[in-house]
């Protein structure tokens, strides 16, 4: 069993910025996959941001070019750097991961992320 702890999340205005944070309980040298999803009020949950085992990453139209996957292996966390942040990006924010070799997929609780003035 894996654990995923998400922090980061609060309440910030149009425009700014914060940076998410996943620690896990193990290693993430050896994890497949890993990535970030959001769920807003009403809406299905949706993949933002992932990385791939070799380090490519995939953002969605909706955060490209301000949303930033990054990992830190010797802390076994995944961030999530967001910036230029709008209100439609409010939502709770997961984080997810997949480890060899039987790629299962574990999530975080989740944190919160609102963004208004």
């Known amino acids: 069993q894996v654990q995923l702890v998400e922090s980061g999340g609060g309440l910030v205005q149009p425009g700014g910025s914060l940076r998410l944070s996943c620690a896990a309980s193990r290693s993430i040298s050896s994890a497949s996959a890993m990535g970030w999803a959001r769920q807003a009020p009403g809406k299905q949950r949706e993949l933002v941001a992932s990385m791939s085992v070799g380090g490519s990453t995939n953002y969605a139209n909706s955060v490209k070019g301000r949303f930033t996957i990054s990992r830190d292996n010797a802390k076994n966390t995944v961030y999530l750097q967001m910036n230029s942040l709008k209100p439609e990006d409010t939502a709770v924010y997961y984080c997810?991961?997949?480890?060899?070799?039987?790629?299962?997929?574990?999530w975080g609780q989740g944190t919160q992320v609102t963004v208004s003035s």
């Open positions: 997810n991961m997949r480890f060899a070799p039987t790629d299962q997929s574990y």
